[in-house]
T-cell receptor
């Protein structure tokens, strides 16, 4: 019963490098989300996908791109990493909007030097 | 636009004491409200949610929260704290209509410490 799976769990990058965080869910959920968590800032929404084939910006989209590859997978790409993108990234999914419960992955800790 | 304010970034209680974590929300339409808990080095898990049914919502591990529209609040309580309740707690809001009902907006979190 995997739920939401994120890879990698840890990554260290140099400024300017690129990378993709992968996320997959096996609950047949329609909506998927990427958040970043920073001390004292809570969780901030980067991008979300209400359904397969759609993506929308959240609160802090600058410096990121996303791809909803299919219903199961939602990836987050950093094209040119910056130290300000050092954070813990969480992928989440839920069956529907509104009152649907959000299920989270275990997080990916990214450090940009 | 929707937003959440959690009053107190850190709350400390003694084991057996009442736990009260405060959350106020702002939403232009009737909201859905959630409380999530995060244990160290883990993702978040749902404690409870309000979806316009009963205003007093019971969740897991003895927690409950009351939706008060007049006060725009959704405070989380537990009558008697246990050491295992030490964690970070997040309040979140999602709108009840319109194109933004897929966004779930979180507060900044309250770290709960339980002292023996």
């Amino acid at each position: 019963n995997a739920g939401v799976t994120q890879t990698p769990k840890f990554q260290v990058l140099k400024t300017g490098q690129s990378m993709t965080l992968q996320c997959a869910q096996d609950m047949n959920h329609n909506s998927m989300y990427w958040y970043r968590q920073d001390p004292g800032m809570g969780l901030r929404l980067i991008y979300y996908s209400a359904s397969e084939g759609t993506t929308d910006k959240g609160e802090v989209p600058n410096g990121y791109n996303v791809s909803r590859l299919n219903k199961r997978e939602f990836s987050l790409r950093l094209e040119s990493a910056a130290p300000s993108q050092t954070s813990v990234y969480f992928c989440a999914s839920r069956e529907r909007g509104g009152g649907g419960e959000l299920f989270f992955g275990e997080g990916s800790r990214l450090t940009v030097l | 636009a929707q937003s959440v304010t959690q009053l107190g970034s850190h709350v400390s209680v003694s084991e057996g004491a009442l736990v009260l974590l405060r959350c106020n929300y702002s939403s232009s339409v009737p909201p859905y409200l959630f409380w999530y808990v995060q244990y160290p080095n883990q993702g978040l898990q749902l404690l409870l949610k309000y979806t316009s049914a009963a205003t007093l919502v019971k969740g897991i591990n003895g927690f409950e929260a009351e939706f008060k529209k007049s006060e725009t609040s959704f405070h989380l309580t537990k009558p008697s704290a246990h050491m295992s309740d030490a964690a970070e707690y997040f309040c979140a809001v999602s709108s009840n209509s319109g194109g933004s009902n897929y966004k779930l907006t979180f507060g900044k979190g309250t770290l709960l410490t339980v002292n023996p």
